[in-house]
Structure formats: C-alpha cells, structure tokens
C-alpha cells in the first residue's frame, strides 16, 4: 500500500511539473511572439518612413512654390525623426547603427532648417540644393536597400528576436549574443555608406561643426578605457536600485566627438540599451533603448516630471523645459541650461519618456557637451523696455526674458526672446541685448504631438 501511494504521489508530482513546464513554455512563447510582432512594426515603420522620405523630398526638390516648399521640407523632418526612433527599437547588439541614425537626424533638421529659411523669405542657394539633392540620391539607395532586406527577411522566416540570446543567463554572467545576421547585410551596408558621406556644415543643431574645435564641455577631462565607459554607461542609464541593465559589448566611435558604443542587456527585460560614452571624460553623449512602448498611461506634465528627476539625479541642475512632441507613446522633452535669468539655447539635452510607466528610455546630451563653458556673458546695454520698442508695432508682447542663443558660424549672442502675438499666432523674437539688432524670429506651431517652431 505504502509502495503504491509513493507512486500515485511521484506520478502527480511529474504531472504538476510538466503542466506547469508547458504553463511557463506557453506563458514565454506568448511574450516571445508579442516582443516579435513590436519588432516587426519597428522594422516596417523605418521601411515605410524611407520610402515615403525619397518622395517627400523629391517632390519639395522640384515644387516651386515657396509654400509647399516649406510643407514638404517640414514633413521630411517629422518622417526622418519617426523612421531614425523606430530604427533604434530594433534589436541590435552586434551592429552599431549609430551613422545611419545620424544620417536620419541631419537628413530631418536640414530639411527643416531648409524650410525655416524659406519661410523666413530666402532662397536656397544653389550649394544648399545640391545638398537636398546629395540626400534624396542616399535615401533613396537607403529605400532600395531595405526593399531588399525585407525580401530575404521574408524568404529565410528571419525572427528579430532571434538577435538576441541568452536572456536566462545567470546574471553575473554577459548573455551570448549571435553573430549579425547575413539578411541584415543590408543595414551593414547602408552604415558603411552612411558613415564614409562627407562632413555635413549648417547652421542647425545636428551640425557636424561641432567637430571643428574640441568640444567644449569635455575641455581638459582625461580620456578613459572601454572598461570605464561601460561602467559609465551602466551607471547612467539604470534608473532602479541594484538596476537590470548591463554592459555586453563595446565598440570605439569615430565622429564629432570620438565615443565608445555600449550595448547593455535588459538581463530578462526587453529591449537593449544603445549608448555612446565619450572617450574624453566618460560623458554618455546619448542613448536609447529599444524596447517597445504600447500604450500611453501618463500625461505630458507625468512625463515632464520624470524627465526633470532624471536629470536632477545625474547632476543636470538649473535646467528648465523649452518644448515637447510626444510621438510613439513616448514624449521628447528638450531643456536648455541657464546662468541666472539667461536661458542658454546652445547647452541643450533632450530626454525621452516612455508614456506607459515613466521609464527614461531615451536622451541626448550631444549638443550641451558641445557647447558647454563657463561664459563670461554682457551685461545688457538696452533696458526690456527700450528692446521691446524694436519689435514691430503689429505685435503684442505675452513675455519676455534673456536668452543666448547660437549663430552661425558657431558664434553666440545675448538676446530678448519675446514671445508675441500676431494675429492669433504666436511668435518668438530674438532682440539682441546689446545691439537692438533683431537676430532670429521662429513660429510657434500647436500639433496633437505638441509646440513646434518654425
């Protein structure tokens, strides 16, 4: 008796483990399919973004009207800014994409500088069309490329979460990871090809000027191994106690500002970290994380609080909020440092929320370690009174403060930025603060993302 109720206990022992095994492996396959179908809709959004791109921007190339030259252009804007965010959810480890996201960004800011130009009653000269036309002949490679790479992704079954691997892996231990696949030759090529383009010179804030001189806010700091910059990566970007996010890879970049790439693994969570560490002082320049954000449960103020503990929290004080778009359900929020009651608009960081659960999931200090230094700033020679007699008399004054805003050329100049009223429209002013001279006027333009200028 006590021999067959040993038994009958064994057996529904082995019962209850192997339900619950099929329990577990049906619970991961469900999660496995779900991060795979978010994988794909990311891969699609960067393949619809380019392709919608090269028409956009051949169509701006040869309109010639003033007004939908400057339609055309913003749209480019917008559509490289959503393709380079859906470009860095895709799962990479062994594949740093950081030219063609780049290429996106300059490709998206110098169509809008472009436009912005325009509406501001200037014509392209003929060097600034040759450059629209330099980057409508790339995207359009970039469009026929991914064509191609769709294909055999098609043709093989090529699973995106099959990049990465070893997510059970005991968590003092780095997870394995595959080789690049050979379907994803494509995006191999096209960063090749995106980081061999020439220098790109404008007056916009993804200009590669900045690597005319040495950045400024790295002045002077020592430069640091592939072992601290992942320890530095790691730091900066884990926002809990103990936090999930480890280094698995790094790679040295050339640019602008000469970084390493660091790969961090979620350690069970998903998406990957991408983050570039400058090798002068360790300074994460900037990083985004690739995991997918489904739903929206906070506000732009939820998201906005966030963004500012964030970076309160990393020693970015004294910064206040200028503008935000929330797109994908997350929400860019872009700051600017300040000394005393100036705003200064070259020290800039852009932080990224998810909306779901306030997680940081994006930032980009690129900008402020450029621009950053102990300034010895003018005292201003016109009083707000006698710089607000320079604005046109069709205007009414909202508000106005002092602002350092950038040139071109990399020159800086103290301004009153007025914010204005014209005919129900809202417009800044920049008045310098020691000329009187008017140096810049941009549109603020309500969208359902949010504030825009133009």
Same mark, same amino acid.
């Given at each position: 008796?006590?021999?067959? *109720?040993?038994?009958?206990?064994?057996?529904?022992?082995?019962?209850?483990v192997?339900t619950?095994?099929?329990?577990?492996?049906?619970?991961?396959q469900?999660?496995?399919? @779900?991060?795979?179908?978010?994988?794909q809709?990311?891969?699609?959004?960067?393949?619809?973004?380019?392709?919608q791109?090269?028409?956009?921007?051949?169509?701006?190339?040869?309109?010639?009207?003033s007004?939908?030259?400057?339609?055309?252009?913003?749209?480019?804007?917008?559509?490289a800014?959503?393709?380079?965010?859906?470009?860095?959810?895709?799962?990479?480890?062994?594949?740093?994409? $950081?030219? $063609?996201?780049?290429?996106?960004?300059?490709?998206?800011?110098?169509?809008?500088?472009?436009?912005?130009?325009?509406?501001?009653?200037?014509?392209?000269? +003929?060097?600034?069309?040759?450059?629209?036309?330099?980057?409508?002949?790339?995207?359009?490679? *970039?469009?026929?490329?991914?064509?191609?790479?769709?294909?055999?992704?098609?043709?093989?079954?090529?699973?995106?979460?099959?990049?990465?691997?070893?997510?059970?892996?005991?968590?003092?231990?780095?997870?394995?990871?595959?080789?690049?696949?050979?379907?994803?030759?494509?995006?191999?090529? !096209?960063? &090749?090809?995106?980081?061999?383009?020439?220098?790109?010179?404008?007056?916009?804030?993804?200009?590669?000027?900045?690597?005319?001189?040495?950045?400024?806010?790295?002045?002077?700091?020592?430069?640091?191994?592939?072992?601290?910059?992942e320890r530095?990566?790691? &730091?900066?970007?884990n &926002? !809990? @106690?103990?936090?999930?996010?480890?280094?698995?890879?790094?790679?040295?970049?050339?640019?602008?500002?000469? @970084?390493y790439?660091?790969?961090?693994?979620? &350690?069970?969570?998903?998406?990957?970290?991408m983050?570039?560490?400058s090798?002068?002082?360790?300074?994460?320049?900037?990083?985004?994380?690739?995991?997918?954000?489904?739903?929206?449960?906070?506000?732009?103020?939820?998201?906005?609080?966030?963004?500012?503990?964030?970076?309160?929290?990393?020693?970015?004080?004294?910064?206040e909020?200028?503008?935000?778009?929330?797109?994908?359900?997350?929400?860019?929020?872009v700051?600017?440092?300040?000394?005393?009651?100036?705003?200064?608009?070259? +020290?800039?960081?852009?932080?990224?929320?998810?909306?779901?659960?306030?997680?940081?999931?994006?930032? +980009?200090?690129?900008? *402020? *370690?450029?621009?950053h230094?102990?300034?010895?700033?003018?005292?201003?020679?016109?009083?707000?009174?006698?710089?607000?007699?320079?604005? @046109?008399?069709?205007?009414?004054?909202?508000?106005?403060?002092?602002?350092?805003?950038?040139?071109?050329?990399?020159r800086?100049?103290?301004?009153y930025?007025?914010?204005? +009223?014209?005919?129900?429209?809202?417009?800044?002013?920049?008045?310098?603060?020691?000329?009187?001279?008017?140096?810049?006027?941009?549109?603020?333009?309500?969208?359902?993302?949010?504030?825009?200028?133009?």
């Open positions: 008796m006590r021999r067959w *109720y040993g038994w009958l206990i064994a057996g529904l022992l082995a019962v209850a192997v619950w095994g099929f329990g577990h492996w049906r619970n991961q469900r999660l496995a399919n @779900a991060l795979e179908s978010n994988y809709r990311d891969f699609y959004t960067v393949v619809e973004q380019v392709e791109l090269e028409a956009i921007l051949g169509k701006g190339l040869v309109s010639g009207s007004r939908q030259q400057v339609f055309f252009l913003t749209e480019v804007w917008s559509r800014n959503t393709a380079q965010s859906a470009l860095g959810q895709l799962p990479f480890t062994d594949l740093n994409l $950081s030219a $063609s996201r780049k290429f996106l960004a300059q490709m998206g800011d110098y169509a809008y500088t472009m436009a912005k130009r325009i509406a501001g009653g200037q014509e392209l000269d +003929d060097e600034q069309i040759q450059q629209l036309e330099s980057f409508y002949r790339e995207i359009r490679e *970039y469009g026929r490329v991914l064509q191609r790479t769709e294909q055999e992704l098609h043709e093989n079954g090529y699973r995106w979460a099959a990049a990465l691997t070893g997510r059970s892996s005991p968590r003092n231990q780095v997870p394995e990871t595959r080789q690049v696949s050979s379907e994803l030759d494509g995006f191999k090529e !096209m960063e &090749q090809r995106f980081d061999g383009l020439p220098v790109l010179i404008y007056d916009g804030p993804f200009s590669d000027q900045i690597g005319e001189t040495e950045p400024k806010g790295l002045t002077g700091m020592k430069k640091i191994d592939r072992e601290e910059a530095q990566a790691e &730091q900066f970007v &926002q !809990m @106690a103990g936090g999930n996010y480890k280094a698995v890879r790094s790679s040295e970049i050339e640019g602008p500002i000469p @970084a790439g660091v790969t961090l693994d979620g &350690q069970g969570r998903s998406g990957i970290i983050a570039d560490v090798a002068q002082g360790g300074k994460v320049l900037a990083f985004l994380n690739s995991r997918p954000v489904s739903n929206a449960n906070l506000t732009a103020e939820e998201a906005e609080r966030k963004a500012q503990a964030f970076l309160e929290d990393r020693d970015f004080k004294g910064f909020k200028t503008y935000g778009i929330t797109e994908n359900n997350t929400r860019w929020i700051y600017a440092a300040t000394d005393g009651e100036v705003r200064l608009y070259p +020290d800039q960081v852009k932080v990224q929320v998810a909306l779901d659960d306030g997680e940081i999931v994006g930032f +980009d200090g690129t900008m *402020y *370690y450029a621009n230094h102990r300034r010895d700033l003018p005292e201003p020679e016109l009083t707000p009174e006698k710089a607000e007699s320079k604005l @046109a008399s069709n205007l009414e004054v909202k508000s106005r403060r002092l602002a350092l805003i950038p040139l071109t050329g990399g800086e100049v103290l301004t930025e007025f914010i204005t +009223d014209f005919n129900g429209e809202n417009y800044l002013v920049y008045i310098n603060a020691v000329t009187g001279d008017e140096e810049n006027i941009l549109k603020l333009v309500d969208t359902p993302q949010g504030e825009l200028t133009i």
